[in-house]
C-alpha cells in the first residue's frame, strides 16, 4: 500500500520584483512633498514675521508661494515613481 500524499502545493516565494511595488511613493515623491510643506510653513511665517496685512511679502510674495507649493504636492503625490529593472 502506498500513502497518498496531499496534492497541496506550497505558496510561491515572493520575487525582488514584488517586494518593489509595495510603496506607492517613492523617495523622490516623498522629497517634492516636503519640500512643498516647507514652503508653505515658511510662507506663512513670513507672513507672520512682516505683522501687516498690506505688505510686501503677504500681498505680493507669500500668495505666489503657497499656490506654487500646494501644485507641487499635488506633482508630488501623482508622480509615478521610476522603476529600475
Known amino acids: 500500500?502506498?500513502?497518498?500524499?496531499?496534492?497541496?502545493?506550497?505558496?510561491?516565494?515572493?520575487?525582488?520584483?514584488?517586494?518593489?511595488?509595495?510603496?506607492?511613493?517613492?523617495?523622490?515623491?516623498?522629497?517634492?512633498?516636503?519640500?512643498?510643506?516647507?514652503?508653505?510653513?515658511?510662507?506663512f511665517w513670513g507672513m507672520s514675521i512682516e505683522r501687516q496685512v498690506d505688505g510686501f511679502f503677504a500681498l505680493n510674495v507669500a500668495p505666489f508661494l503657497i499656490i506654487g507649493a500646494f501644485v507641487a504636492i499635488g506633482f508630488g503625490i501623482l508622480l509615478r515613481p521610476i522603476s529600475r529593472f
Do not use: F, Q
Open 1 to 43: 500500500m502506498h500513502s497518498m500524499k496531499s496534492s497541496r502545493k506550497k505558496p510561491p516565494a515572493h520575487k525582488a520584483e514584488d517586494k518593489a511595488h509595495g510603496m506607492p511613493l517613492g523617495k523622490t515623491n516623498y522629497l517634492i512633498i516636503g519640500t512643498g510643506a516647507l514652503v508653505i510653513a515658511g510662507s
